[in-house]
């Protein structure tokens, strides 16, 4: 049966029909028969989806494309008589590995760690008597009791309720609590049928008993949750694009290795095996064995100051992923608003005040949190606080730990009320004494008040009463101005409903205050009702209240929108809220359209479509139209971050490119499907991310430059070798390029994997989905500018040798100490002309020099171990033989050291004269 049809038929069914449809009574069931529930209908939990094993988990990190291409190229290696460097490119891949591996596995362990939404135990009538119990093994048919605090564990039908409050909103989003009860009404919005509650959402003020009729995986939240468990994961646009890097880099490797072996062939007349070598170690040179642990640690070191700013990383994917979104669908209660009932307004029929920070009434502003009462010369705002203060069932409990926000038993709306009056001075315990409560009249959602009586004097009662403007203002005739009591005029009652009107234009909900002094001898305290009671009150004024933005949302969204990153508010919430608070942030203009998920429901492709490319804010939504709106977007060609906390959320967190789940608030089905979990629930710590993100693409295409700068370099002697027919001796052997490209290389390149984030990152616009890693920009600046350049320095710097021994005069030399140190002084210049060139990569538009020249010691690090390598293999015998190295003179390691000045001077100049008006 459908799963609204199950709910109604629960809901409308009387009692009796609910108790003999689940073959249960008001006394719960025996203990056999649950027993064999338990064993029919399985543990009342949340199913999690089959996780892969640790060895499958382990051995994905060794099998991606460029993995297996660096163990490709490590077997060429070997194949090509270079055991050791085919060694170094297999170690190189296993520690790549197995550091990913780490990585992952520890965040893992953090998110299980936050993961911890259903109750442990809970109260159950069972055989008559009440008992505790755990609440994985509550069954269908069971009857339990709720009280304030209680996190539900079941879809259950409510039997008896007293004062009932539920807070939904990690089931529909909605910042409001719903009152709850026995009789059956529709309610607004979804799962607000009155006398239905659901698991994972919990209890914020009253008592009731309910009876199970729906647990673990056939509740609301279940379904949910395998709504969410059934989408598949696919790759992130990083993975994507890396494997198509690895096929590009790929193809060059082996035409060029083709065309080396074709010329070796034809033009230097080697024999095949000897020309097949060769050719081999030119396909290892053009492979950048260093671009896996450079992308693994750009990623790691995001994932680290990730976490520094509150961004938990599950995958380190996903890293990257967040810093190419270009549209965030987020969630408003406790992402964009502090999930935190605040007032803002007082309003007496005399004044209206803005409630600010500190204590006292000057000029209509309150300000909270001064000693003395801020109302003691005010009678019209003295009965307002007695009236919110003590006609409340709520209290507010302040915690030790700092920052911490207080424990509410309760509802939110009271507990505003509490805290406003509390911070203005007010005293309840004491003046509780001095009034005691004699009765109360709860709250229903068809008076929507609350009335309690209290001994006034030895002689009268007085009544207070609070509630919506509506339901409250009808029972007034009578009105408080300056603490005198009058007949209420219509001009006066009027007023007040304009006010009321303007409140809630502005997303406020507005409470009604009022009261009214009684003769004892007039009301029969055990023989109270609304209609005798609640009728002649004396009106006081309003009180209201939001659920306030987070302070640094303003500025987030700011930065959001400078980066063209686009907002789509997608909450539960109502229409107007949604679109006040959208406004209020700056998320949108009061053009917006806010869209319903009724409206959303009727809507086409087409329709929905075209929608999202304007602005558009969506309100009253149901799960599986949060994920309509997020798969929309991507047809759309849309990377899209999706945030929330709700169980409601996870079926879009799992769709999105990026689903960002609350780790305080947040449920563990939400958490599950998100790829990063903010353990600050802050949306300013998305910008952060985001920044993270961004960072980490722009370091890995840095890396990808200074890479392949060197190849430029590296095959140039190769070629001029191949073009001479043999003349030209071998500038520089394949083991000399494999030192660049294994040795020397790698450390300076990991450096710029760990570059700062550059200070214009957050004024560009995301980039474009088909804008490749190895891009114009990339090809032109690597090989027509920083390769080319360098190419030209070590050629000359082999001639200049040959040079100065004699040529043109005396053959180019092929061996003896000439040659070693005319092969020497290629590798030097290549090396040197590496250290500006990775100097020069670490920014893009703005000056090295602004950036800080040492600020990034990870470089500075692997500069100064490749100078010191290259030292070592040009004096350390065995290796001189080996990489045909020989030692330098002193005026040729002044010219090395000399080298990079000039070239970073140089690329200054370029940036100076291409950025300098951007």
Not at 36 to 54: A, D, M, T
Not at 81 to 109: C, D, P
Not at 264 to 273: H, T
Not at 623 to 628: D, G, H, T, V
Request: overall charge positive; charged content about 20%.
């Amino acid at each position: 049966m459908d799963q609204n049809k199950i709910r109604k038929l629960y809901a409308q069914n009387k009692i009796s029909e609910v108790f003999l449809n689940l073959k249960s009574a008001d006394v719960g069931l025996t203990s056999t028969e649950a027993n064999n529930r338990l064993k029919k209908y399985g543990l009342n939990e949340i199913k999690k989806p089959q996780k892969e094993s640790e060895w499958k988990s382990f051995l994905k990190n060794f099998i991606s494309m460029m993995a297996i291409l660096l163990w490709i190229s490590g077997a060429i290696a070997i194949l090509s008589g270079t055991l050791e460097l085919g060694i170094a490119i297999w170690l190189v891949n296993i520690i790549n590995g197995l550091f990913s591996f780490w990585q992952e596995r520890a965040a893992k362990k953090a998110t299980n760690a936050l993961n911890n939404m259903l109750p442990s135990y809970v109260q159950v009538i069972r055989n008559g008597k009440k008992v505790q119990l755990d609440a994985k093994k509550l069954v269908p048919g069971d009857v339990f009791i709720l009280q304030a605090g209680n996190t539900i564990p079941a879809d259950a039908r409510i039997i008896s309720a007293s004062s009932l409050q539920v807070d939904q909103s990690a089931l529909n989003g909605e910042s409001t609590t719903e009152s709850k009860s026995v009789e059956y009404a529709p309610g607004e919005g979804n799962y607000a049928e009155t006398n239905l509650v659901y698991s994972g959402t919990s209890v914020a003020a009253g008592t009731a008993r309910a009876i199970a009729f729906a647990t673990g995986m056939e509740t609301e939240f279940g379904k949910i949750a395998q709504l969410t468990q059934k989408q598949r994961k696919v790759d992130s646009p990083l993975t994507k694009e890396l494997n198509r890097l690895t096929k590009q880099l790929s193809m060059i490797a082996v035409s060029i290795g083709l065309l080396f072996l074709l010329a070796a062939i034809f033009l230097v007349k080697y024999p095949f095996a000897k020309a097949f070598v060769f050719a081999l170690g030119m396909v290892v040179a053009f492979i950048p064995e260093g671009l896996l642990p450079t992308v693994t640690l750009s990623l790691a070191q995001g994932v680290k100051r990730m976490a520094k700013k509150h961004a938990l990383v599950k995958e380190l994917n996903s890293v990257e992923t967040l810093g190419e979104t270009t549209v965030i669908c987020s969630d408003k209660t406790g992402t964009l608003t502090q999930n935190q009932m605040t007032i803002h307004y007082i309003w007496t029929p005399k004044n209206e005040y803005r409630v600010t920070g500190n204590g006292y009434v000057n000029n209509g502003q309150i300000e909270l949190n001064k000693k003395q009462l801020w109302y003691d010369e005010n009678p019209d705002l003295q009965k307002l606080v007695e009236i919110a203060a003590l006609d409340n069932d709520t209290s507010v409990e302040q915690t030790k730990m700092k920052g911490a926000k207080p424990k509410i038993l309760g509802t939110p709306t009271e507990a505003a009320l509490v805290i406003m009056a509390e911070k203005g001075g007010f005293d309840r315990s004491k003046v509780i004494i001095k009034y005691p409560r004699l009765y109360e009249l709860p709250f229903d959602s068809e008076r929507k008040r609350m009335s309690t009586i209290h001994r006034w004097n030895d002689q009268q009662f007085i009544i207070f009463t609070k509630g919506s403007f509506s339901d409250v203002i009808k029972q007034c005739d009578q009105i408080q101005i300056d603490g005198q009591i009058q007949p209420m005029t219509p001009s006066q009652q009027q007023a007040a409903a304009n006010y009321n009107a303007q409140y809630a234009l502005k997303g406020l909900r507005s409470m009604a205050m009022a009261y009214r002094i009684v003769d004892k001898d007039s009301i029969d305290i055990n023989k109270v009702t609304a209609t005798t009671t609640e009728q002649h009150l004396i009106f006081v004024g309003l009180t209201t209240m939001s659920d306030p933005p987070r302070p640094e949302i303003y500025n987030a969204i700011k930065r959001c929108h400078e980066a063209k990153i686009k907002i789509i508010m997608v909450t539960g919430d109502s229409k107007l809220t949604a679109k006040s608070v959208a406004v209020q942030i700056g998320l949108t203009t009061n053009q917006a359209r806010v869209i319903s998920g009724d409206e959303l429901e009727k809507m086409s492709k087409h329709e929905l479509s075209v929608a999202l490319k304007g602005e558009v804010i969506f309100a009253r939504v149901a799960p599986e139209q949060k994920y309509k709106v997020v798969k929309t977007l991507q047809q759309n060609g849309e990377i899209v971050a999706s945030t929330g906390d709700g169980v409601n959320d996870a079926p879009a967190l799992k769709q999105a490119d990026i689903g960002i789940a609350m780790g305080m608030t947040g449920t563990d089905v939400a958490k599950d499907a998100a790829n990063i979990i903010l353990t600050d629930d802050n949306f300013a710590s998305i910008v952060a991310a985001i920044e993270e993100g961004r960072a980490v693409y722009s370091n890995i295409r840095k890396f990808l430059t200074y890479i392949l700068t060197s190849n430029v370099p590296e095959a140039f002697p190769s070629i001029l070798f191949l073009l001479s027919g043999g003349i030209i001796p071998l500038p520089m052997t394949v083991m000399q390029i494999l030192t660049v490209d294994l040795g020397t290389d790698m450390l300076p390149a990991l450096g710029l994997g760990g570059e700062a984030v550059d200070s214009d990152v957050m004024k560009q616009s995301p980039r474009n989905r088909k804008e490749y890693l190895l891009n114009k920009t990339v090809i032109a600046k690597a090989f027509l500018w920083y390769g080319f350049i360098s190419s030209m320095i070590s050629i000359g710097a082999y001639f200049l040798v040959n040079l100065k021994n004699g040529w043109p005069r005396i053959p180019l030399a092929s061996n003896g100490e000439v040659y070693l140190r005319a092969t020497t002084m290629v590798l030097g210049t290549i090396i040197f002309t590496q250290i500006a060139n990775v100097l020069n990569c670490r920014t893009n538009r703005i000056s090295i020099f602004k950036k800080g020249l040492f600020s990034n010691t990870g470089i500075w690090y692997g500069i100064i171990f490749e100078i010191l390598l290259f030292l070592i293999l040009t004096i350390t015998p065995g290796l001189q033989q080996l990489f045909n190295t020989t030692n330098l003179l002193m005026t040729d390691w002044l010219f090395l050291f000399c080298l990079p000045i000039p070239l970073v001077l140089l690329d200054e100049l370029k940036k100076w004269i291409l950025y300098r008006k951007k």
